[in-house]
């Protein structure tokens, strides 16, 4: 009964010093409605909280907490083991041992579901991780397409401005109209040329026959002004009258 008694306070003592243990990281005091804060929690806040509901039975909906349930077992094995018969302590200790594998149960579903959500959490993150990729990748192609816009605009522009210069080239006449109307001024022009060719020599040749003509004119009357000065004396001594046209030709 002593070995049994000393086998039992053993394999509980752990239980006792982690249920009188405080949390861990301190815990949050609940604040508002349903125990939870405004605040969101840290991962050492939450698994603080997670413990202290283990180990207080809050997490339980229904029943007595377990861990009073597995206190109030002890008590009563102790007191069989001390008092009772060994058949007593037997079912007590069976009892102590259910009670104890029922809390080693819920532990092991809380670490599951402790380690189902951590890596559901690093799914997010890689999830996270992947979304913000996307949104810098998405950001990229922004930029990229606000150049090619850019480009696209200038490139409209251009093309507009083509379409103006298009109509007012299409408003003009042909190439073949154009030269024909420039081969056709050449000639009018080299036409013109030599007809100028031609009065200036009729011209130079007006010229040096009036140049001729007042050369004779000039000796006629020269000549006309030497026969009057001779003829004057002649007619003064024989008394013959001056005629009007020599006095004409004086003045």
């Known amino acids: ?19 009188s243990s405080p949390p861990r990281g301190g815990g949050r005091p609940a604040a508002g409605r349903g125990g939870m804060s405004s605040k969101p929690f840290s991962a050492a806040e939450e698994d603080a909280i997670i413990r202290e509901r283990f180990l207080s039975g809050a997490s339980t909906g229904r029943g007595k907490p377990p861990f009073s349930q597995l206190a109030r077992r002890f008590v009563d094995l102790v ?9 007593a ?3 007590a200790l069976r009892l102590f ?7 080693e149960q819920q532990a092991q579903k809380f670490r599951a579901v402790c380690q189902a959500q951590t890596k559901e ?4 993150v890689r999830k996270q991780e992947a979304l913000h990729a996307q949104i810098e990748q998405a950001k990229r192609d922004i930029e990229s397409k606000k150049d090619e816009l850019r480009e696209a605009r200038i490139a409209r522009q251009h093309m507009e401005e083509y379409e103006v210069l298009r109509g007012m080239v299409a408003e003009l006449p042909s190439r073949a109209a154009t030269q024909a109307e420039i081969d056709r001024v ?18 130079e040749r007006k010229r040096k026959q ?12 020269r ?13 003064a001594e024989q008394g013959t009258p001056v005629p009007e046209h020599a006095m004409d030709v004086d003045a």
């Open 121 to 124: 959490q690093a799914s997010y």
């Open 210 to 221: 009036y140049a001729l003509l007042f050369l004779v004119l000039e000796d006629l009357q």
């Open 186 to 203: 050449d000639r009018q022009v080299e036409r013109i040329q030599k007809e100028g060719v031609k009065y200036t020599a009729a011209m």
């Open 223 to 235: 000549v006309g002004d030497d026969s009057t000065d001779a003829t004057e004396p002649e007619q």
């Open 97 to 103: 041992l259910r009670e104890a594998t029922v809390i």
């Open 89 to 91: 302590a037997e079912d």
């Open 1 to 19: 009964r002593n070995r049994t008694l000393t086998r039992v306070h053993v394999g509980v003592s752990g239980v006792g010093r982690s249920s």
């Open 79 to 87: 007191a069989k083991a001390e008092s009772g018969t060994n058949s």
